[in-house]
């Protein structure tokens, strides 16, 4: 079984109706702006959940090796992801600001 499928789309964010670019790097699965992403997958890119909840970014962790990861949280059904942060994206980089906004309510 596939534990990742290469999807990097654009899409218009269900959080802030941002316009999202694909990324250059990367798939991206949350907006640069708020930082929201939706609940689609079981796991990456195979779009097999059910559920279509918004993603709601609770928390920033650092990995040594993927760098800061936004830790999101399903507003319909709870389930949590990790993510990459795009910071250094050259089409559309995630907002710093969001990022440490996110940090400072200590998450």
């Known amino acids: 079984m596939r534990r990742f499928t290469h999807r ?25 702006h708020c930082l929201y992403s939706r609940h689609l997958d079981v796991f990456p890119g195979d779009r097999a959940a059910n559920c279509g909840g918004l993603m709601a970014p609770v928390r920033v962790t650092y990995h040594s090796r993927k760098g800061y990861q ?19 994206d050259p089409v559309q980089p995630d907002s710093l600001d969001a990022l440490l906004a996110i940090m400072r309510m200590g998450g």
Not at 70 to 88: F, Q, S, T
């Open 70 to 88: 936004i830790v999101h949280r399903c507003e319909r059904c709870g389930h949590e992801a990790v993510n990459i942060a795009l910071l250094d």
């Open 8 to 32: 990097n789309e654009s899409f218009v964010c269900g959080h802030c109706k941002t316009q999202v670019h694909a990324a250059a790097r990367t798939c991206r699965n949350h907006c640069p």
